[in-house]
């Protein structure tokens, strides 16, 4: 009996840092866009370097951590995923968040994979194939359960709408592994968050998909 509450208690805790972390990713999101405006700075239109501003003038700034309680948290760029036992990894990850308090659990920690999104069928696609696809055919780790995509929207468009064709995108796939519907989480300003749980050989992963508008912010 003991020995269940306290995986109904850690399962909870678990539940409270995720929704920690994303409501810091969210919160962040907000400012960076926010900076830009005031200071009339636009961010490339390049995946990877809106993510490096993002995790290294943000996320994982030490001034901005303390300022949000998030000193118990680690968030790493390009991490290595999967050691396939001859040397080699299998995938790349684009952010890495450790928990202070499983830090000496070496495969424990969230994921965040970042793509851009501009509404047309070739980000979308990419979106599905070399983003949720990663987590569902575990080329990425999932060791809680539950991971983070998230979509820098380059351009003006219908994130609703968009949010719909991707899962249509997904649910078309001929890995029914991949299919999932997507329930708002939250919708405002500047992003819209959904859920959506598929399953996976190790048992059922919980994917948060945020939708971030920066297309006022991001070179044309």
Known sequence: MIGKINHRISEALRQDDLEQIIGYLLEICELLIEDCIQKDRKLPNNENRIRGIL??????????????DMLDY??????????????????????????KTD????????????????????????????????????KYSSYYGKNIMLGFVVKKIDISQNAAEIESIQNSNADVNMHGSFKLVCKKRNHEMYRCVYRIKTGELELRHIFSDFADVVVE
């Open 74 to 99: 680690s968030f790493m760029p390009e991490t290595l995923e999967n050691y396939d036992g001859e040397g080699n990894y299998t995938g790349r990850a684009d952010i890495r968040i450790k928990l």
């Open 55 to 68: 995790l290294e003038e943000y996320l994982d700034n030490d001034k901005v951590r303390k300022a949000y």
């Open 103 to 138: 830090f000496d659990k070496h495969s424990a920690y969230y994921l965040v994979e970042c793509k851009r999104i501009d509404g047309d069928d070739e980000l979308n696609n990419n979106y599905v194939e070399k983003g949720v696809a990663r987590f569902i055919t575990q």
